[in-house]
């Protein structure tokens, strides 16, 4: 697909390529490669670079609200006994799904903002020692009254699951983890 604007900013972006990014359930800024995206500028007051980030980002942000509730979703349809699938951003707060309806939340919404935000710097911690060990996969608390297994999505982005105690964890994980990819 070939597009001109009116300040000579050319774009060609490959059809398959992006389509294939927009079906991808989850994807991070790392997996956009110049094969994928290409950028052609004919107007020197454009700084390509940061004109590729703003439009890499843009593309980015939009495939999380569908993709991220549908993630959700998805998780909480797996076993009865997942009581919360959520997505929470840099902040702690939840922006995508939610509790199971019918459960009771056991935390306060500033105590799970609080907890939210220890998950984040547990991960960040985690993938500043991925170069020595590999990236991290998911973490698994088991609590008296819960289990909390957590995903890292992205930079800024933390998949949470709270389940029952007795819910099989191994096998939640396993048919997690391929939603992921």
């Not at 500043?128 to 608390?141: E, F, I, Q, W």
Request: proline share 3%; with cysteine; aromatic share 8%.
């Amino acid at each position: 697909m070939l597009v001109k604007s009116d300040e000579g900013v050319i774009f060609y972006l490959s059809v398959v390529n992006i389509l294939g990014l927009l079906i991808n359930k989850v994807f991070s800024l790392s997996m956009l490669t110049q094969s994928q995206v290409s950028i052609k500028f004919s107007s020197p007051r454009i700084l390509p670079s940061l004109f590729n980030r703003i439009f890499i980002r843009f593309v980015h942000l939009l495939s999380y609200d569908m993709d991220f509730d549908r993630l959700c979703k998805d998780i909480l349809g797996l076993e009865s006994k997942i009581r919360f699938a959520g997505v929470c951003d840099d902040s702690g707060a939840i922006k995508y799904g939610g509790q199971r309806e019918g459960i009771t939340n056991l935390l306060s919404p500033e105590e799970t903002k609080r907890s939210n935000l220890q998950a984040l710097a547990r991960w960040a911690l985690r993938s500043s020692l991925a170069s020595k060990v590999g990236k991290g996969k998911y973490a698994m608390s088991e609590y008296e009254k819960i289990k909390r297994i957590t995903f890292p999505l992205d930079e800024n982005h933390l998949l949470l699951v709270t389940t029952e105690v007795d819910a099989d964890h191994n096998k939640i994980i396993s048919d997690i983890l391929p939603m992921l990819t």
